[in-house]
């Protein structure tokens, strides 16, 4: 069995594992799931490609990912029973995110918990991020930011290379 076809067996795998809630909501599972997008994919926004790539690469003895979008960078690992990501932001600050346990077949969605270097509570920093694997191929990504007491939204496409 060559390396690629094992590479999307796995995924696949993976990919029905999440279909069902309760095995979404495992952060082992989850984790395995960012693990299985090591490589570059395609950033799409309002119809139009990026000229930056998101790229995920396993690490640290397979203790964690890492998300490389544009200059900015995430750390997905396990803390515990969670699944925790850090995100170190373009305007200077760091949310750390958990996976929410309750969400919906196909989902990971991970909620901010705390932060640091934030100077003020009103400041813009990112509140949710949104996973939505609709394929091996494909995925959409929703980054919620809170603005004050407002939220905005940037949505991307992102195509596996």
């Not at 299985?36 to 926004?45: D, L, T």
């Not at 270097?117 to 509140?127: G, L, R, T, Y």
């Amino acid at each position: 069995m060559n390396r690629e076809w094992k590479k999307w067996l796995k995924l696949g795998l993976l990919l029905l594992s999440i279909q069902v809630p309760a095995a979404l909501g495992n952060s082992q599972t989850a984790f395995d799931t960012f693990k299985v997008f090591q490589g570059k994919w395609a950033i799409q926004s309002a119809g139009k490609v990026l000229p930056i790539q998101m790229t995920y690469v396993v690490g640290s003895n397979a203790s964690i990912v890492t998300e490389q979008f544009g200059r900015e960078l995430s750390v997905f690992y396990r803390d515990g029973s969670d699944l925790v990501m850090t995100h170190f932001c373009n305007v200077g600050n760091q949310p750390r995110l958990r996976l929410k346990e309750a969400s919906p077949p196909g989902v990971l969605e991970f909620e901010m918990f705390d932060i640091t270097n934030v100077k003020d509570a009103d400041a813009p920093h990112v509140q949710r991020i949104i996973y939505r694997v609709t394929s091996e191929k494909k995925m959409d990504l929703e980054i919620i930011w809170k603005k004050g007491h407002a939220e905005e939204s940037e949505k991307y496409t992102l195509t596996r290379i």
